[in-house]
């Protein structure tokens, strides 16, 4: 990046939203990430790691909020910032300044409404080669054609009226990184999705709660190319696959006991 470049996206006019709890262990590294970006707003709901004093020694807004499910706490933090453009990014998360750089440009373009940049997720202490397929995240957004699903209980993402810009560029995810933490999250999430669906009124299926643990699997390990990650690829498709089981299972769970609630 340029040294012109660089003073002028110091300034730049962007607010930057995050929901935390309990991120000590990496919100350093993501605040420092986007030091640039003139507003971080941070919306806690009762860190009591040193999340709180961290951010604030940083220079980050910190607000004090309980816990009402990711995409209403997000939606809050969204609201308290200031600037038209607004970048969300979580506590466990790194902007690399090959995006940061890609996103001055496409504020100054003003030809989007929203942009989405790949995510890198780091499995075992390493991320995987260049060759993995990466998911996308629509992160960077103008603020007025934005909202938040409050009925989303998880995977919670903007909805953004207007046309989407895909970036190459990348930010880093460190949340995943060792088995004990990513095998909890699904297991969190899984629960979530199921109650979201009984929540639309969905109904187990028996075909899909037969294959969805091995057409993830190919999915992830094959069509993705976790398998260039070596063992670490293999371990990371089988507990997406088991994800996706968990799923469908807790589904059939929450079916069966309304079934008998019925009969009572």
């Known amino acids: 990046m340029s040294e012109n470049h660089h003073n002028t996206c110091s300034k730049l006019p ?42 604030t020694r940083l220079g980050a807004k910190v607000i004090y909020n309980p816990w009402q499910g990711y995409a209403k706490q997000k939606q809050i933090a969204m609201e308290h910032c200031h600037f038209d453009w607004v970048l ?37 202490g390493r991320f995987p ?52 933490t990513l095998d909890a999250k699904y297991n969190t999430y899984s629960t979530l999705r199921a109650e979201e669906k009984v929540v639309q009124g969905k109904c187990y299926s028996l075909l899909k709660l037969l294959a969805i643990f091995p057409l993830t699997f190919i999915k992830e390990y094959i069509l993705c190319r976790f398998f260039l990650f070596g063992v670490r690829g293999f371990i990371k498709s089988m507990m997406a696959a088991h994800y996706a089981f968990l799923k469908e299972a807790k589904l059939y769970e929450r079916n069966q006991k309304s079934n008998n609630k019925a009969l009572r």
């Not at 991120?23 to 707003?41: P, W």
């Not at 100054?108 to 890198?120: G, Q, T």
């Not at 009925?151 to 460190?174: I, P, R």
Request: charged share 30%; glycine share 4%.
């Open 88 to 124: 969300n990014l979580d506590g466990d998360e790194e902007l690399t300044s090959s995006a940061l750089e890609a996103l001055c440009h496409a504020m100054e373009n003003d030809s989007h409404s929203a942009v989405r940049l790949k995510r890198i997720d780091r499995f075992i």
């Open 14 to 55: 962007i607010s930057v939203f995050i929901v935390t709890l309990n991120e000590a262990k990496f919100i350093e590294k993501t605040l420092n990430s986007v030091r640039q970006c003139a507003e971080v707003i941070i919306v806690d709901s009762g860190s009591t790691d040193g999340t709180v004093e961290i951010a």
């Open 129 to 180: 080669s260049e060759w993995v397929k990466k998911p996308n995240n629509v992160r960077f957004y103008k603020k007025r054609d934005a909202c938040f699903d409050k009925d989303k209980l998880v995977h919670e993402s903007a909805h953004v009226k207007g046309d989407e810009l895909y970036l190459q560029q990348h930010f880093l995810h460190y949340g995943y990184d060792d088995i004990d």
